[in-house]
């Protein structure tokens, strides 16, 4: 099946500094990408859809000045989490439809602030 | 969405078959039904999905019951490698840009 990558794959980070997550779809073009959340021991919950060279969608709750996504290109969206702050400690999963219908999923983002 | 309801947990012996439930009872006519696992520590991972028909590939089959509000993932033998939390998910095709709504899922223990 298709390949989704994520990098980093975790990261440690101070209280208030920004992180960037990378996800790119590696053998496939990808007009709209999904940035998840989890937490430990729940279900993944939707963020925010990703439309390539749009604006991107927030789920309700989600705030989009701290959660900036950028999908500049069709193999390629990114995260940046803002100001981050231990709350936002958390499992990061993006993922990618080809067109069909599967979705592809990459391997996750371990994100913890301190 | 489609309201889904799977068992929280079950367990299976290594190299038995597992089948897990899923009651979609409200599922509408155009929803496919997915299901995707995802172990430990990872992004999920797709494992087969239909519509009508039952489905088989290489890692499962799925059958669907006559009616659709029901389904069941068959794991011919399970392994060690099996143990992951497994979503059933009514996904309605589109080219639009729609995700996957996860719900709880089962989580599978596969014992030696």
């Known amino acids: 099946g298709a390949v989704v990558s994520q990098h980093p794959s975790r990261v440690i980070c101070k209280s208030g500094t920004s992180v960037k997550i990378e996800c790119r779809s590696l053998d496939f073009q990808a007009t709209t990408m999904f940035w998840y959340r989890q937490f430990p021991k729940k279900s993944l919950m939707l963020m925010a859809t990703s439309n390539e060279g749009s604006k991107a969608t927030y789920e309700q709750g989600v705030e989009k000045d701290k959660f900036l996504i950028n999908h500049a290109s069709l193999t390629l969206s990114t995260l940046t989490v803002t100001s981050a702050h231990p709350e936002d400690s958390s499992f990061y999963i993006c993922?990618?439809?080809?067109?069909?219908?599967?979705?592809?999923f990459g391997p996750g983002t371990r994100l913890t602030v301190l | 969405d489609a309201k889904t309801t799977q068992p929280n947990s079950m367990e299976s012996n290594e190299e038995e078959p597992v089948h897990l439930p899923c009651n979609h009872s409200t599922i509408s006519g155009t929803d496919y039904i997915h299901w995707y696992r995802q172990l430990p520590s990872q992004g999920p991972e797709y494992v087969i999905h239909g519509l009508t028909s039952n489905v088989n590939n290489r890692m499962a089959s799925l059958a669907i019951a006559e009616d659709r509000k029901s389904s069941t993932l068959i794991l011919h033998r399970a392994t060690l490698r099996d143990a992951a939390v497994y979503y059933c998910?009514?996904?309605?095709?589109?080219?639009?840009?729609?995700?996957?709504?996860f719900g709880k899922g089962t989580s599978l223990l596969v014992t030696p």
């Open positions: 998910i009514p996904f309605k095709r589109s080219n639009s840009g729609y995700a996957l709504n």
């Open positions: 993922s990618a439809r080809s067109g069909q219908d599967t979705q592809y």
